[in-house]
């Protein structure tokens, strides 16, 4: 079947008939696609499917999508908030346990440090707090980097080559047909050096572009179970 993408980008805006197919027999019609579409469960997957590919259609405008987002990564942000303060008191409960005689044991003094270092891995996971102004930067590059994908220069995508007279695997791309895109390339996208990008912000741009990727398969995968529907 027609990637779904490339079939409800027939809906926007066109001179070019879709409704007649090879030999004459009818194709896919606009209505066809449009009555598929409406089976994709709604949310973000949603959205952003059709903001990437039928964006006169998409029913949220930018600002709405990013909203979205943002009430998605408000969840995490909160989780991580959640987790750091629990390690803070898992740490202070370690410190005052330790304190309750005139000796601290071995197994106490393993106790506080097992607590520290659990402290100091939670706040290197937890995201910058400067998050909110920089949000709409990375919301903007996970949809650009999902719309336009570094597709694999060996095999142009395709996921295989031709090596003699065999279609096999590709080689370069390990049969995904996209390579991964550079440290440089993303900070550059959410206007930050390189260096910035890998301490601060690498870990929350690949959380945000993981979301959007996956619930944008998946509404790509609902359309699809649709049109066979």
Known sequence: MTDPRRLLARL??????????RGGMPDLTAQDIAAALAFVPAGLGREVFCALWWPD????SRRDLLGKVTSIVGEEWRRQAQALA?????LGIAHAI?????HTSPEQRRNIDAAARALEARK???WPSTLPDRLPALVTAALEEIAMPNLC????GRAQ?????????????????????????RARAIGVDESTYRETW???YGWIYRTVADAEQEAAQGMVSALRG
């Open 98 to 102: 330790a304190g309750w005689g005139h």
């Open 124 to 126: 290197r996971r937890c």
């Open 202 to 204: 690498r870990d929350c």
């Open 161 to 185: 080559a031709i090596v003699g007279a065999l279609l096999v695997k590709c080689s370069m791309c390990d049969g995904r047909g996209t390579l991964p895109v550079s440290d440089r390339k």
């Open 12 to 21: 926007n805006p066109t001179a070019v008939r879709y409704d007649v197919g």
């Open 57 to 60: 259609g998409a029913r949220l």
């Open 153 to 156: 220069a060996q095999c142009g």
């Open 86 to 90: 629990e390690a803070r008191i898992d």
